[in-house]
């Protein structure tokens, strides 16, 4: 009920700001997002799939995956809709991005039914503590509609009473509706006064819900015993719909009779007699039996044989009705209809009197026209009998002649007329028909009440079962038609009713979103007479299941066949799939013919977008661009037509139009500043000027929004865009003056992080560490799963340690060699060795203090060491040093000696460490070892310049 309900409320649409940056896919991005932004969702989706498959690793990704998810779940897909938002849910684990797919997620499951999961994802969204008083309360709204969906009735009371005071509008007052209901089944009438009078002065009589929240509030003064209060509401409730008139008058005229007076009862029944004329009223039923011994024994030969013989006597005396009906009777049941025909014409021609037989003679004769397909002769037969207004068979005989004579609207409004009630109800027969004549003529609702009361009667009757399921569908009540499916017993149906439920099942499951098993089961329907109308579900389930080329040859057979009511859907279905599947020329055709056709105005809309964006795609710009600019005047209510204005101005710019794109903003901004697209037109004039590197007039369309509207719903994109173009122009001064009052004024916008990371670079740049720190620590803090975040931490880790004493170059490095967040370096590969070396060499030969984080590259420098290359021998030579100045000569010793004998080593880092050993050995006395490492070095190494050095020292020590 309340899903049902909710339909009229429309999709609530919760649209999340996104960044732009300098980053891969960037254009694509913000082109498809100027195409989400203004309602262009087909369009949008091939712009985001196109960002997905030719930058797959963008930073833009995960918003992309949800965007698309919003794109469908506003076109209605909900089944792709939610394969995408658990998609971005994937690539958002954390922070506000995660929050707001889970709350579409919640709304997407809802959509389909599933209520269970719409409650978990909806909880979830709460759990997170989000700050959107409104978005919190559409969440408790949702969650308690699923709860009341699970008969969780206290839990959703609960929730939804939770929600009231942060919803507006129609929500509001659905809201306030269905906790009535819950309520109700509560019986606390006091509460669901209370709740009355605390909203009736605030709530619009015409938000669609007035009538049910009138109901429930006249119901419980009624049995809390305020009679005068009841009579008000009941009054007030009768001049809403049919069913709320006769509840109120019912309700009237008890509490009248309760207070005895008559006057008043006389006068409500008079009113209602007016107002409700077409009810049923109560008449006596008639039972009429009669019958033949013979006939009823089964004899029928010896019946004709005694009944002719008194039907003889017909030309000499009058013979009683009896006869002619008992002996007509015996020869139909001998295989001989004619005959009994021609006795039954005969016996009533000419008869003005009336015996006990007149009418079963009628009733039969009826019965055997209708058999040899003469309904119309079996109309007038009926007609002549004024039983027919008073009595069940003849009834029957006549409403059926009507029906199988093709008169089915008649014969519908004699079994509606309230005289003709008791007569339905007493013969079962009856019943059922009123349920085939209201399925005919498109009441499948009514017909499905018809239909289960003859089943109450005659619950093995399995055609009219299967006339129930067909009723069941045709009023889209697919999951009791479901259920009434697993009821058949397919082994007893003929062939063509087994199609039949193929049919039906398949429709039950198509609505059910159930696409696969619904393509599945229209597969197996094969007969033609179930065409065009199979092909045309078959095709939405195959697209709506993902397999679009077996959906385009489905649709494609039957498009020239469809009925007017499917025209357009399948005409357009057929258009959009030639669109997805690149062939344009094709699509065009198919849209323009749907155009051709005068579409009511809505539609057009539908088909002109769909067809300006496959003009744009197959490079048709002037074609697509006179679409476009029709839309803005097809559209009646100002705030669609500043959309699709928008949407004309987005493809001007596309085509690369943009001094034209600015133009039509800014008059779109002129003429319709008062609407939302028309306030965002501003921001989109500044976008194209941005991008086409008009910065000073782009921020200056940036600077009028935030001026002009300082409680626009986009004025943190404002602030922030204005931001980033004075930093471009090169005013970082400015730049903080428009992001100051950006992460003041709206912390939790997608746009303040990036705004925090740049502010935080400029004061580094000029010097400011510690600011710059501070902005970095709270950027860390606030968005830990931002895209820029390791980059933050990066920075940030970097500054301390530079405050820590550390060069910029030193800081740089150890970030490097020991990132915050991600993997560092492999130890030993090249940028490995390059930062450990580099960081060896100023700590260790520049002879600057070692701190603590400078003494650690050492253990990095014995690990470099160890490694078997030209670079592990200068770990080892830079560890040589180290120890050297340090007075450890053996150490330094054994670092020598073993950078010399690295099997890698290049012949200078080897003849470099042979003469560090020599001057070691002289040192320390030790001529012998000295020299040979001298000869050592002038052997393997003679042409280098550590030989010649090798010669000095010896001569220098003869």
């Known amino acids: ?85 658990q998609g971005a849910a994937l690539r958002a684990p954390g922070g506000p991005v995660a929050r707001q797919i889970r709350f579409w997620i919640g709304l997407t499951h809802f959509q389909l039914e599933d209520y269970a999961e719409a409650i978990r994802a909806f909880t979830r969204y709460l759990e997170d503590r989000p700050d959107d008083p409104r978005q919190i309360a559409r969440a408790r709204l949702y969650r308690g509609l699923s709860l009341a969906e699970q008969d969780d009735p206290a839990r959703a009371r609960d929730d939804i009473t939770a929600a009231l005071k942060d919803l507006q509008g129609r929500e509001q007052g659905f809201a306030i509706a269905v906790l009535m209901e819950l309520l109700t089944r509560f019986e606390q009438n006091e509460e669901i006064l209370a709740l009355w009078e605390s909203y009736r002065g605030q709530l619009s009589d015409d938000d669609g819900y007035q009538e049910q929240r009138l109901r429930f509030a006249a119901d419980a003064a009624f049995s809390a015993g305020k009679g005068d209060l009841a009579r008000e509401l009941y009054t007030a409730l009768v001049s809403h719909s049919l069913d709320a008139a006769q509840w109120g008058f019912q ?22 007699e007016q107002r409700l004329a077409a009810q049923p009223q109560r008449m006596s039923d008639f039972w009429f039996f009669l019958g033949s011994e013979a006939v009823a024994a089964g004899r029928y030969e010896l019946a004709e044989l005694h009944l002719y013989r008194v039907w003889d006597l017909r030309t000499e005396q009058a013979v009683s009705g009896e006869v002619p009906f008992l002996l007509a009777r015996a020869i139909e ?33 009826a019965r055997l026209l209708i058999a040899r397909e003469n309904p119309r002769e079996a109309v007038r037969v009926m007609e002549e009998v004024p039983e027919r207004q008073t009595q069940a068979r003849p009834l029957y005989a006549w409403t059926y002649a009507l029906y199988r ?164 859907d399948g005409g357009y279905l057929y258009g959009w799939i030639l669109s997805q599947r690149g062939r344009h020329r094709e699509s065009s055709l198919q849209l323009l013919r749907l155009l051709a056709a005068n579409p009511p105005r809505e539609r057009e809309i539908q088909v002109r977008q769909l067809l300006a964006s496959v003009y744009l795609e197959k490079g048709a710009y002037d074609d ?16 669609q037509r500043a959309a699709l204005w928008s949407q004309y101005g987005s493809a001007l710019a596309l085509v690369g139009q943009p001094l034209e794109a600015v133009a039509e903003f800014d008059q779109l901004h002129a003429r319709l500043g008062d609407t939302p697209a028309g306030k965002g037109a501003l921001l989109e004039a500044g976008q194209v000027l941005y991008t086409e590197g008009t910065l000073s007039e782009a921020r200056e369309r940036f600077r009028q929004y935030q001026a002009r509207y300082p409680d626009g719903p986009d004025r943190d994109r404002a602030l922030y865009w204005a931001g980033a173009i004075s930093l471009e122009m090169g005013e970082p001064a400015r730049a903080l003056l428009w992001w100051e009052p950006l992460a003041r004024d709206y912390p939790r916008s997608a746009f303040t992080p990036r705004a925090l990371v740049e502010t935080a670079g400029i004061y580094e740049e000029r010097g400011q560490r510690r600011q710059a720190l501070e902005l970095y620590d709270r950027f860390v803090a606030a968005h830990p799963d931002h895209d820029r975040a390791p980059e933050a931490e990066g920075n940030r880790r970097r500054i301390r340690l530079e405050l820590d004493g550390l060069s910029a170059r030193e800081a740089e490095l150890w970030v490097l060699l020991e990132p915050a967040t991600g993997d560092p370096p492999p130890p030993g590969s090249d940028a490995w060795f390059r930062a450990v070396l580099e960081l060896g060499t100023i700590a260790i030969r520049e002879q600057i203090v070692l701190t603590s984080q400078r003494n650690r590259i050492v253990e990095y420098l014995l690990e470099g060491a160890r490694v078997d290359t030209d670079e592990g021998a200068q770990a080892a030579i830079l560890l040589a040093e180290y120890y050297r100045r340090r007075g450890e000569t053996r150490a330094a010793l054994e670092q020598y000696l073993r950078a010399a004998g690295i099997p890698g080593v290049s012949s200078e880092r080897a003849a470099q460490s042979l003469y560090e050993v020599a001057v070691l050995a002289r040192d320390e006395g030790e001529r012998a070892a000295m020299e040979e490492a001298l000869e050592k070095l002038l052997d393997r190494f003679s042409g280098s310049v550590w030989a010649d050095r090798a010669k000095s020292l010896m001569e220098q020590n003869r």
Do not use: C
């Open 333 to 365: 049941r001998q295989g001989r209809p004619d005959e009994a025909l021609e006795i039954l014409r005969e016996s009533l021609q000419g008869e003005h009197g009336k015996d006990q037989a007149q009418l079963q003679r009628k009733l039969v004769l």
């Open 624 to 639: 697509a661009l006179s679409h476009y600019q029709a839309l803005p005047g097809l559209a009646t209510d100002p705030v």
């Open 405 to 568: 004579a093709g008169d089915t609207s008649r014969a519908l409004t004699i079994l509606d007329r309230s005289s003709s009630q008791p007569l339905v109800r007493e013969l079962p027969a009856l019943m059922r028909l009123r349920g085939r004549l209201q399925l005919d003529l498109g009441h499948p609702a009514e017909a499905v009440r018809s239909f289960r009361e003859y089943l109450g009667e005659h619950p093995r009757d399995g055609d009219a079962r299967i006339e129930l399921i067909r009723a069941l569908v045709g009023a889209s009540q697919f999951s009791a038609a479901s259920q009434e499916l697993q009821r058949i017993d397919t082994a007893q149906v003929s062939p063509a009713q087994q199609q039949d439920l193929w049919y039906l099942e398949g429709l039950a499951a198509f609505h059910g979103r159930r696409y696969e098993r619904a393509a599945e089961l229209f597969e197996r329907v094969t007969l033609e007479s179930y065409e065009p109308l199979r092909s045309y579900h078959f095709a939405w389930s195959l697209y709506r299941a993902g397999q679009v080329p077996q959906a385009e040859g489905a649709i494609a057979s039957v498009i020239e066949d469809l009925p007017r009511e499917l025209f357009f």
């Open 1 to 85: 009920m309340y899903r049902r309900l909710l339909l009229s409320l429309g999709a609530v649409m919760v649209l999340l700001a996104v960044p732009t940056v300098h980053a891969g896919g960037r254009d694509i991005f913000e082109e498809a997002e100027r195409r989400f932004a203004a309602g262009n969702y087909s369009l949008a989706i091939e712009r985001y799939e196109r960002l997905l498959s030719d930058h797959p690793g963008s930073e833009f990704s995960p918003r992309a995956h949800f965007r698309i998810g919003q794109s469908h779940y506003n076109l209605f897909n909900y089944e792709l809709a939610l394969d995408r938002f």
């Open 251 to 272: 309700r009237l005229y008890a509490i009248a009779r309760e207070e005895g007076d008559r006057g008043e009862m006389q006068a409500i029944f008079r009113r209602a």
